[in-house]
Each structure stands twice: as C-alpha cells, then as structure tokens.
C-alpha cells in the first residue's frame, strides 16, 4: 500500500528565512504528489502539484516543490516565508488522477512563523 | 476556482444522536465526492467514497451503518453520524474531484458530549 511520510510534525522559523518540508512516498511507481495547505477554519488548498515531466514545480504563494525519484521525496521549499505562510502543510499521493482518484495524505507538519 | 461548501461548520451534540453534514459543489457538478476524518494533530482519513445515484464505496474500518452517506444530487452529498458517541468528535471533510486535482470543503468539526 501507498504511504506518505512527513518527518517533521512541527516546524519553527523566522520570517523572511528560507523553508523546507519534507515528505517521502513509499510506492512501486512513481505516484502523483500533491502538498496542501490548511489554515485553521479553511479547507485544504492546493499549493502544487507534480504528474510528469519537469522534476522542479512552482506553485502559488511563492512555493516550489522538487520530485527526487532516488530518494522518494517531493519537499516543498520556500525561499523567503511571511507571517500568514502560517499554517498546517499536508503532502498528498494518489496513483492516478481520475475523477475517482483517492488521495493519501502525511501526517502533516506545522508551520510556525516568528517574527 | 471550484467552491466547495460544508454546512454546517461546528456542531455540538448529546451522545445517542445522529447527526447530518452537508457537502455542496457550488459551482460545478461532482458525481463524485469523497470524505474524510481527521482527528487532532492527526492526518486526513478517507472514509468513503460517494458516488451520485449508487451506494457509496467505504474504506475498511469504517462502518457503513454508522456513517450513512447519500448523494442525492450532482452538487449534494451528505454524511449522517448515526448514533454518535464520544468517539466520533472529529473534523469532518469533504472533497470533489476537479481537473487533477480535489477541491475541499472547509470542514465541519464534530464534538459529540
């Protein structure tokens, strides 16, 4: 069975520094990734995604993800976070993108920012 | 982009009641809709598949006759907590399948006294 792991359950830095979560896959192939945002009270939101092709993806707010097939990791980074970046960060795996594709989730880290 | 809503947001309940979530596309129609579980400091659990116009499809472990799902329409599926206990307090959300993606609803959180 698919499982995604997000070794850090809580991360702390200061604005304006960089930012790095991390989360590995465990899957024969190579899943679709997925990372998601949740502010409390919100529902998830998507901040990238990778399928196929360019290992480097840019995504909105600012944030970037970077597919390493070697190392089963998708870590999404960040070069300057803001206050509101705040938030809890899921990664997300599904082995196909069909309108009844079921997504696995990591246990999430989060983020908080200090000013 | 694509709206999902949940209604409602935050429900309080005795134990032995059922309860009814609601899960709406605003926007676009969903003949599928997925829900999940997620319990504090917890990830999100699939729970059960719902499929517009059939039965829905649920995850193992999760038990059909407590957590009645029905889609009755393109844009409306709902989640019933039957006879909930304690246990059951949980964020309860809901997900419809968009272009390559999922659109969430912002969750209802469940607390069952």
């Known amino acids: 069975a698919q499982s995604v792991t997000q070794p850090d359950i809580h991360i702390t830095v200061s604005e304006g520094a960089s930012l790095e979560l991390r989360c590995n896959y465990s899957y024969g192939a190579t899943p679709y990734l997925f990372w998601y945002v949740q502010s409390p009270g919100q529902g998830l939101q998507l901040l990238l995604k990778?399928?196929?092709?360019?290992?480097l993806v840019q995504g909105i707010k600012g944030f970037e993800a970077e597919f390493k097939r070697s190392q089963s990791s998708f870590n999404l980074r960040k070069p300057s976070v803001h206050w509101s970046d705040a938030a809890e960060y899921f990664c997300a795996v599904t082995i196909n993108t069909g309108t009844a594709s079921k997504l696995t989730f990591g246990t999430g880290t989060r983020l908080q920012v200090t000013l | 982009g694509a709206v999902v809503s949940q209604h409602p947001s935050r429900v309080i309940c005795k134990s032995g009641t059922s309860v009814k979530i609601e899960c709406r596309s605003l926007?676009?129609?969903?003949?599928?809709m997925f829900w999940y579980r997620q319990f504090p400091k917890q990830s999100l659990m699939l729970m059960a598949t719902s499929n517009e116009g059939s039965k829905a499809t649920y995850e193992q472990g999760v038990e059909k006759d407590k957590f009645l799902i029905n889609h009755a329409s393109l844009t409306l599926s709902t989640l019933t907590v039957t006879s909930a206990h304690p246990e059951d307090s949980s964020f309860y959300i809901c997900?419809?399948?968009?272009?390559?993606?999922?659109?969430f609803g912002p969750g209802t959180r469940l607390t069952v006294l």
């Open positions: 990778y399928f196929s092709g360019d290992t």
């Open positions: 926007d676009f129609q969903a003949t599928t």
């Open positions: 997900s419809a399948p968009g272009e390559n993606t999922q659109y």
